[in-house]
């Protein structure tokens, strides 16, 4: 019988300059402009927060690409002015506009965009399936992952699951200190994020809550999924930390 192979497992954080990463994560002295080199040889994945405020130049893409190494991806965040909006199911031109930018020069480097709700965005059913339907599958001839978080309490609905699912979207994932949930197991892939780190934490999390991270992470992965896990927000400093410490527990 063929065993199924484990999917990759990809950790990071969001961005890479941040000034109180200088000396606790970035070696002092090291150039701004050698911080993405560094810090994608010490994770496996970033998440570009920059894209959530402004379209970017396709030869970013392209420089950013050219300083990681193979296997590293980079998740991009959609662009605010596609999600924060009185009704998402009018984002068409926006939508189109971002994943035209030339985020596609990145290649084999470019894993799922994010798209975040705002906060006070409330589900409904016929708004969300619209905007579902606007993401498109592929640029360029790139096959594009979409991923969605939605924090508002409406969208605990298994209607917003059920929408996703048909659409191949997966539901993002966000720790607010309430420890590790499960995603929706007909989900193409996995996208977390974690943001109770705290401070008095040397690796943001407590070194039990990061073994229950890594476990459910290799879960995932066994069925043959990606899994994009992000430690993000909370006590920012100590992001990196955590993001090694997971990378870590996931390569035993």
Known sequence: MCRMQNGPIHIGIGGWDYDPWRGTFYPQGLAKTKQLHFASRQLTAIEINATFYKLQRPELFERWAAEVPDGFVFALKGSRFCTNRRDLGEAGESVERFCGQG?????????????QLAATKKFDAQEIAA????????????????AIEASHESFRDERFAALCRDAGVAVCLVDEGEGVSDPDPAAPFVYARLKA????????????ELDAWAASARQWAAGGRPVYLFVINGAKVRAP???????ARTSK
């Open 197 to 208: 780190a705290r401070e008095e934490e040397p690796e943001g999390y407590a070194p039990v």
């Open 103 to 115: 985020l596609t020069r990145l290649g084999g480097k470019l894993g799922p965009l994010l798209w």
């Open 241 to 247: 930390a955590g993001a090694i410490g997971l990378i």
């Open 131 to 146: 905007f579902l339907a606007l993401l498109p599958k592929e640029q360029d001839g790139i096959v594009l992952r979409h």
